[in-house]
């Protein structure tokens, strides 16, 4: 009987509890009721604490408890985030094949009221699709002016899961959410499945894996809001495994395709120097070649594999106007758009106390070559020799790009989260809770941001990486000295 009731508590109770709060969260709250969604998020985050670390269930029955939380969202309209209005206007678009990146949904709904050219398009898509000029207003004010206003930033692997939705979903937004949501729970999967195995090859434990798959940030972010960092994830997790199995090739081939996905881990590629360079120590090679030579020549191989498989996937838009729209689009976030934002704040009150206004335009190209810096730093001046020192510097690396940057939405974290989870640093998982603060920003009244829910997220982020960094001073893992070339 005592053992009934202590599994009860240990497993049913936590389950029932979570599928209760996700049904919630997906269905019944909305982005402005902020104390509420603070609550369920807190309660999810208990739960799944309760579930990973005490529950003592067996791999895959976590994973499929997982699965299930994610089903959960499967017809749910996302609410915290009107993003995927736009996912669906790009690959309505891509289906027709017309270039996504070429103009503004603005464009598009401003000439169908001055009778251009455009119709043609529209009338095109009406009678090949069924999608009418009241399916395109839809779209449109779903996604916001702001969003409406700007051109496609989405790399093309990511447009193409916005096409394969449209192509089989046809004018049914819900259908199209399921479509998306569905690849993007299928990439979660495959992140589990490799996590595992990459976990077992670097000697951590295998549950470490379930801090990403049984996050509730993750299932809200990623399956909820439908934000394809998963996908890309997914991706780069396959291209470290193969670089485990010694498989260079094929892990450049899977950072392309990452790259593809989302931009973000190009910034990546200068931490694979010291892993390629120093690749001697991993395999034997005879005396009569000298490895770095080797190695130098085998890392700008594989640079050159990864960009090319970039531009493989970016040839069919290529054009003079894609690259400027495209560039454009991408110095925006950089320079004009601020969330969530840590050093970058910091700068600017002091901007505004100095010179009396927003320096964004200033700050915005100076951080980025701070950035660069500091990746070259790691690189170059710290040991990543090994497959779980790459990760680990690949985690710093994401970190320090995040604390400088300009704009930090809550789903970005899905990244550091997920290397950390093949390292010993545990401080992106504390930031996978307090990023929910982000959400304040967004009230009854309209947008704005509390920043001392900001303040408060990185004081607690910043600290917990500092104490865990200094902790693990003088270990191996964690040197970060001049390396001996």
């Given at each position: 009987m005592n053992l009934t009731l202590e599994r009860l508590k240990a497993i049913v109770l936590p389950f029932l509890g979570a599928v209760i709060f996700y049904v919630l969260f997906a269905y019944y709250l909305e982005r402005s009721e902020f104390i509420a969604l603070l609550l369920l998020y807190g309660a999810l985050f208990f739960v799944s604490w309760r579930i990973i670390e005490h529950s003592k269930l067996k791999f895959w029955t976590l994973v499929a408890i997982g699965i299930c939380f994610?089903?959960?969202?499967?017809?749910?309209?996302?609410?915290?985030?009107?993003?995927?209005?736009?996912?669906?206007?790009?690959?309505?678009?891509?289906?027709?094949?017309?270039?996504?990146?070429?103009?503004?949904?603005?464009?598009?709904?401003?000439?169908?009221?001055?009778?251009?050219?455009?119709d043609s398009l529209w009338q095109a898509l009406e009678v090949t699709s069924g999608i009418t000029v009241s399916d395109a207003a839809i779209l449109y004010n779903g996604m916001g002016e702001l969003n409406a206003s700007h051109y496609s930033n989405y790399p093309p692997v990511n447009?193409?899961?916005?096409?394969?939705?449209?192509?089989?979903?046809?004018?049914?937004?819900?259908?199209?959410?399921?479509?998306?949501?569905?690849?993007?729970?299928?990439?979660?999967?495959?992140?589990?499945?490799l996590g595992k195995k990459l976990l077992e090859r670097l000697k951590l434990p295998s549950k470490n894996i379930f801090w990403y798959f049984l996050n509730p940030f993750i299932i809200i972010e990623l399956t909820g809001n439908l934000h394809f960092e998963g996908v890309m994830l997914f991706f780069l997790v396959v291209a470290l495994y193969a670089l485990c199995k010694k498989k260079w090739f094929w892990a450049a081939v899977l950072l392309g395709i990452s790259i593809s996905v989302k931009l973000l881990p190009l910034l990546l590629l200068p931490l694979f120097f010291g892993y390629f360079v120093k690749f001697k120590k991993n395999v034997k090679e005879t005396t009569t070649s000298p490895f770095p030579a080797l190695g130098i020549f085998r890392l700008i191989t594989f640079y050159v594999v990864v960009l090319v498989v970039v531009l493989l996937t970016f040839a069919p838009f290529l054009s003079s106007a894609f690259i400027a729209n495209f560039s454009a689009t991408i110095a925006l976030w950089f320079q004009n758009f601020e969330f969530n934002a840590s050093v970058y704040y910091i700068i600017r009150w002091i901007g505004y106390q100095t010179v009396g206004w927003n320096i964004i335009g200033t700050a915005g190209k100076i951080l980025p070559i701070i950035v660069v810096i500091?990746?070259?730093?790691?690189?170059?001046?710290?040991?990543?020799?090994?497959?779980?020192?790459?990760?680990?510097?690949?985690?710093?690396?994401?970190?320090?790009?995040?604390?400088?940057?300009?704009?930090?939405?809550?789903?970005?974290?899905?990244?550091?989260?997920?290397?950390?989870?093949f390292t010993t640093y545990k401080f992106p998982i504390v930031w996978s809770f307090f990023v929910i603060l982000?959400?304040?920003?967004?009230?009854?009244?309209?947008?704005?941001?509390?920043?001392?829910?900001?303040?408060?997220?990185?004081?607690?982020?910043?600290?917990?990486?500092?104490?865990?960094?200094?902790?693990?001073?003088?270990?191996?893992?964690?040197?970060?000295?001049?390396?001996?070339?």
């Amino acid at each position: 009987m005592n053992l009934t009731l202590e599994r009860l508590k240990a497993i049913v109770l936590p389950f029932l509890g979570a599928v209760i709060f996700y049904v919630l969260f997906a269905y019944y709250l909305e982005r402005s009721e902020f104390i509420a969604l603070l609550l369920l998020y807190g309660a999810l985050f208990f739960v799944s604490w309760r579930i990973i670390e005490h529950s003592k269930l067996k791999f895959w029955t976590l994973v499929a408890i997982g699965i299930c939380f994610r089903l959960l969202f499967l017809p749910a309209i996302p609410n915290l985030s009107q993003d995927f209005y736009r996912f669906l206007w790009d690959g309505r678009l891509l289906i027709q094949g017309v270039n996504p990146y070429i103009l503004t949904p603005l464009s598009y709904m401003t000439d169908l009221s001055t009778a251009s050219p455009i119709d043609s398009l529209w009338q095109a898509l009406e009678v090949t699709s069924g999608i009418t000029v009241s399916d395109a207003a839809i779209l449109y004010n779903g996604m916001g002016e702001l969003n409406a206003s700007h051109y496609s930033n989405y790399p093309p692997v990511n447009q193409l899961c916005f096409a394969i939705a449209a192509l089989l979903s046809g004018k049914s937004i819900v259908g199209s959410v399921v479509v998306l949501r569905v690849l993007i729970i299928l990439a979660d999967i495959g992140i589990v499945i490799l996590g595992k195995k990459l976990l077992e090859r670097l000697k951590l434990p295998s549950k470490n894996i379930f801090w990403y798959f049984l996050n509730p940030f993750i299932i809200i972010e990623l399956t909820g809001n439908l934000h394809f960092e998963g996908v890309m994830l997914f991706f780069l997790v396959v291209a470290l495994y193969a670089l485990c199995k010694k498989k260079w090739f094929w892990a450049a081939v899977l950072l392309g395709i990452s790259i593809s996905v989302k931009l973000l881990p190009l910034l990546l590629l200068p931490l694979f120097f010291g892993y390629f360079v120093k690749f001697k120590k991993n395999v034997k090679e005879t005396t009569t070649s000298p490895f770095p030579a080797l190695g130098i020549f085998r890392l700008i191989t594989f640079y050159v594999v990864v960009l090319v498989v970039v531009l493989l996937t970016f040839a069919p838009f290529l054009s003079s106007a894609f690259i400027a729209n495209f560039s454009a689009t991408i110095a925006l976030w950089f320079q004009n758009f601020e969330f969530n934002a840590s050093v970058y704040y910091i700068i600017r009150w002091i901007g505004y106390q100095t010179v009396g206004w927003n320096i964004i335009g200033t700050a915005g190209k100076i951080l980025p070559i701070i950035v660069v810096i500091a990746l070259l730093a790691l690189a170059f001046f710290r040991r990543n020799t090994t497959l779980q020192q790459l990760i680990t510097a690949m985690l710093f690396g994401v970190s320090i790009y995040f604390l400088l940057s300009t704009t930090v939405h809550p789903w970005y974290v899905a990244t550091p989260l997920i290397l950390s989870v093949f390292t010993t640093y545990k401080f992106p998982i504390v930031w996978s809770f307090f990023v929910i603060l982000s959400y304040s920003a967004y009230g009854a009244n309209g947008f704005d941001e509390n920043l001392w829910l900001v303040a408060l997220e990185y004081i607690v982020v910043i600290s917990f990486a500092i104490t865990e960094i200094s902790s693990k001073t003088g270990k191996r893992e964690g040197n970060f000295r001049i390396v001996a070339r």
